[in-house]
């Protein structure tokens, strides 16, 4: 058995680049590398014990004043972006390549030992960085450009930002938090992330709009507003597929939704009333498996036509064998094709990556004993296929993703893209009790609030709240939760009673993030905060509309 060299490994994410003299012209590929290696041998962990580290230019040093480091990586990286597409990177990058090339029969290991190796690699990082500032934001020059199209999802691979290097080996994407606390690699990047792993695959949408609003308003329509026991079945057959389950311990359940044939009416009017008070209506948020597919097609329709985003839990209960689907949709209702300038709808589907299990403590908490056996433990028959992750990139300040329910709590492997790119915002939508601050959701917002710093909102139904009755606690009608990393501790967010929605006004807050090397981002990184919850009541809004088309 031998040890991995730095060749071995540099020819397994690209044999084409590894027997290069020169370095990859296109800055996200040279990161791909050298990340790799630093990520691979543990040698990022070198840049706490003294950086920079001083030497002389030809073992692969930038020499210098400490305090100038951080200035000339800068520079070196906007040269780079300048000077990518005539097929050369600048004079640096070329020789710190070579210092790793010379090297390359070094083991993995022997990366942290190695001052001149472990230098240039970091720098060649840095400074792939410091070029890529603000990719996957809306582009203002021909390397934002190529970057946006580099980007564009591929239907079976998803997005990179990787010419040369294969996605099945690593990706390179976008990224908006760098993590405040505790070492990782991804504390070494400002605009980049990396991933390495094929078992979640993302998909990146540009949609900025170029007015750039300072706030976002979104909407939470806690549908569906009743849940009641007998929409909790078991599946048919008992076992689903899997015939090997013991039959005594384990079962599947299938959740049937209501149809509601004026569902796309109520939205309307709750819609309007929400434009009546506050005058905006940015995106429309419906939670976990609210709405059936063709209530969701009609919803989208009328949404999209507003000219609002719309984040939706659509759901289909399980047939026979068959498993049913639990997924979120993400509809925008214009995003730029780069190629052609043109606009177009973003339309995406998510799949809840992890099912739910309901023992016994949660069928007496949702009264579901005549429906499921307590003594049993009961999956969601539902389909859990190829994981994806949708980001968006709406303000230069806002990027979002969703996560279903089970997704926000299991860390593998979703939550480790999340924290990888460092989305400013994370939606969870769920089908779960009272988004109160002592249960587990708050916990695993604060997770993602910790690191990378992502603010998250989390949204369950009314009609799940008021089914959730915990022993010796009265029934809660709190159905979100918002936790940031700036505001301290959680707070919930109640649906008074009469009330149809919730209206929530986010503003940005803009704020310094560091690398572990020194590098500012120049106070660059946008905090969604709360400013604004301001419930619905479409009764009232009708009375008011009324006496005014009277006068």
């Given at each position: 058995m031998t040890a991995t060299t730095i060749l071995e490994f540099l020819s397994f994410l690209s044999a084409e680049l590894a027997g290069r003299d020169m370095p990859p012209p296109w800055p996200p590929d040279a990161f791909g590398l050298a990340a790799a290696l630093l990520m691979e041998s543990g040698a990022y962990l070198s840049v706490v014990s003294k950086w920079p580290n001083s030497g002389i230019a030809q073992d692969g040093f930038l020499e210098g004043l400490p305090e100038e480091w951080c200035g000339r990586i800068a520079d070196i990286g906007s040269a780079w972006r300048q000077s990518w597409d005539r097929?050369?990177?600048?004079?640096?990058?070329?020789?710190?390549?070579?210092?790793?090339?010379?090297?390359?029969?070094?083991?993995?290991?022997?990366?942290?030992?190695?001052?001149?190796?472990?230098?240039?690699?970091?720098?060649?990082?840095?400074?792939?960085?410091?070029?890529?500032?603000?990719?996957?934001?809306?582009?203002?020059?021909?390397?934002?450009?190529?970057?946006?199209?580099?980007?564009l999802p591929n239907r079976k691979t998803g997005s990179t930002l990787c010419k040369e290097i294969d996605p099945s080996k690593l990706r390179v994407l976008p990224k908006f938090h760098t993590p405040q606390t505790g070492l990782s690699l991804r504390s070494l990047s400002h605009h980049l992330a990396l991933w390495t792993s094929v078992d979640a695959t993302p998909l990146w949408f540009t949609v900025t709009d170029p007015e750039e609003p300072h706030s976002l308003s979104l909407l939470l329509i806690p549908w569906p507003t009743a849940v009641t026991p007998r929409q909790f079945v078991p599946a048919e057959p008992h076992f689903g597929s899997i015939l090997n389950m013991p039959k005594e311990g384990f079962g599947f359940f299938s959740y049937h939704h209501k149809a509601d044939p004026e569902a796309l009416g109520r939205l309307q009017r709750i819609y309007h009333a929400a434009e009546e008070l506050t005058g905006r209506v940015d995106g429309v948020v419906l939670p976990e498996l609210a709405v059936d597919e063709i209530e969701y097609q009609q919803i989208r329709d009328w949404v999209t036509g507003q000219k609002s985003l719309l984040i939706a839990g659509v759901g289909a209960p399980s047939e026979g064998v068959r498993p049913g689907k639990n997924r979120v949709a993400i509809d925008v209702p214009t995003a730029r094709v780069v190629e052609k300038g043109k606009g177009h709808r973003v339309s995406a589907f998510q799949n809840k990556h992890h099912r739910w299990r309901l023992d016994r403590s949660q069928i007496v908490q949702y009264g579901l004993g005549g429906q499921l056996d307590p003594s049993r433990r009961w999956w969601e028959h539902i389909e859990v296929e190829a994981r994806r992750l949708v980001f968006l990139s709406l303000q230069p300040w806002l990027s979002i993703c969703a996560l279903v329910c089970e997704d926000l709590a299991r860390q593998e492997p979703v939550?480790?893209?999340?924290?990888?790119?460092?989305?400013?915002?994370?939606?969870?939508?769920?089908?779960?009790?009272?988004?109160?601050?002592?249960?587990?959701?708050?916990?695993?917002?604060?997770?993602?609030?910790?690191?990378?710093?992502?603010?998250?909102?989390?949204?369950?139904?009314?009609?799940?709240?008021?089914?959730?009755?915990p022993a010796g606690r009265p029934p809660s009608r709190t159905v979100a939760l918002w936790k940031d990393a700036l505001s301290g501790a959680a707070q919930e967010i109640a649906l008074p009673a009469g009330a149809d929605a919730i209206l929530l006004n986010l503003v940005r807050h803009m704020d310094e993030e560091w690398t572990a090397d020194g590098r500012s981002d120049g106070g660059g990184s946008g905090y969604p905060a709360l400013a604004g919850v301001h419930p619905v009541f479409v009764r009232e809004v009708d009375k008011v509309l009324s006496e005014r088309s009277r006068k």
């Open positions: 097929g050369s990177a600048p004079e640096e990058i070329a020789f710190w390549w070579k210092v790793v090339r010379s090297h390359s029969n070094l083991t993995l290991g022997q990366i942290s030992a190695n001052k001149s190796v472990f230098c240039a690699l970091l720098q060649i990082c840095a400074a792939a960085d410091e070029a890529c500032t603000g990719v996957g934001l809306v582009a203002e020059d021909r390397f934002g450009i190529a970057s946006e199209v580099q980007l939550a480790r893209l999340v924290r990888a790119v460092g989305p400013n915002l994370v939606i969870a939508l769920l089908m779960d009790g009272p988004q109160l601050a002592s249960r587990w959701p708050a916990r695993y917002a604060t997770v993602l609030a910790d690191d990378p710093g992502s603010s998250v909102l989390t949204f369950t139904s009314i009609g799940m709240c008021e089914f959730s009755r």
